[in-house]
Structure formats: structure tokens, C-alpha cells
């Protein structure tokens, strides 16, 4: 999908005032086990254009120690955040992204709804309408579908496919498919 992105020849930046930010909401939140070491252990890279991701976060250690040392509330070591060149279409994205994956790196290993609530509160995601990355990723995905079209056993109305999910109702009629 990406693939033709290239690598820009200086390495990704931290968005403006986002490890701040960040560091502001994650003040109080308890699993953010890592966040008195993380702003001096993380280091960015660029993801390979070929790579599906938009951005990773590695820790230099194996999950056993990983796990060790979240339970312990201990230096978590290098730590690596990798983003995707294509980001740099899009500055909301990168941001979002980057914040997504410092949060990662903070401590909030997994995605839950508290991962998802603190990087939606310090760098929403753009809207589809607002990102011709996003848009480009949708068709990119579309056009990959076996389906392209969808018909109502109801009324028979047909219309294009324009999102990855079946929908629920059909357009017309609004009974459901």
C-alpha cells in the first residue's frame, strides 16, 4: 500500500510539545509504569516503506524481563519507536501515531480503552475526510476486496462499497441485510 513512499534522508522528529502533553495526562494513570525513564530511554527510526504499520514501539528486552520489570515499576531500557515515512503526509496522523506509540512506550502496553481515551484526549486522530493518507489507505484496502458492491435481498437496491465493513441496513429501505 506504501510502498513507494520514500525514506527521507534525517530521521523522524518528536511532534512540537507532544512528550509534554503527553507526560501531563499520563500524570496519575497507574499502569503508565515507565513514564519517569521513557522520555530519556526512546529513540526514533523510520519503519521500512514496504511495512503495512504505521508505527511500532520495541522495548530492547524480551517480554519475560518486560513483564518483570512493569510489575516492579523499573527502568524499562531502550526502547524504540518506529514510524512510517508516508506519516509525513500528514501532520495530525504523525502526531497521533507518534502519541499512540509514546503512550506504549509509557507503559500502556496493550490496546485498551484507556490506551485509546488518553491518545484520542493528546492527539485526536483526523478525520477520514481531513487525511488523504487515511483516504489513500481506505481505497488502498477497497480495491483489495473481493466484494465491490452490495445488493438489498429487499428491494434490490445496489450501491458501490465504500467502506471495509458490510453494512448493517440497506440505504433505501433500511432493513437490515
Not at 146 to 164: A, I, P
Amino acid at each position: 500500500m506504501l510502498g513507494n513512499t520514500p525514506v527521507p534522508s534525517h530521521g523522524p522528529q518528536i511532534p512540537d510539545g507532544a512528550i509534554a502533553e503527553s507526560m501531563s495526562v499520563l500524570s496519575g494513570v497507574t499502569d503508565a509504569v515507565f513514564m519517569p525513564w521513557i522520555e530519556d530511554r526512546i529513540s526514533l527510526i523510520w519503519l521500512k516503506p514496504k511495512d503495512d504499520r504505521l508505527g511500532m514501539t520495541r522495548f530492547e528486552v524480551g517480554s519475560t524481563e518486560l513483564n518483570r520489570r512493569r510489575r516492579l515499576r523499573l527502568d524499562p531500557g531502550k526502547v524504540t519507536i518506529g514510524l512510517h515515512p508516508a506519516l509525513l503526509e500528514d501532520e495530525a496522523l504523525y502526531r497521533h501515531t507518534f502519541v499512540h506509540e509514546f503512550l506504549h512506550a509509557a507503559g500502556l502496553t496493550l490496546h485498551t480503552p484507556l490506551h485509546d481515551k488518553l491518545t484520542n484526549k493528546i492527539a485526536p486522530s483526523p478525520k477520514l475526510s481531513d487525511s488523504p493518507l487515511l483516504q489513500r489507505l481506505r481505497e488502498s484496502v477497497l480495491g483489495d476486496l473481493k466484494v465491490k458492491s452490495w445488493t438489498c435481498q429487499h428491494c434490490g437496491y445496489t450501491w458501490d462499497r465504500t467502506t471495509v465493513r458490510k453494512p448493517l441496513r440497506c440505504h433505501k429501505c433500511a432493513r437490515p441485510l
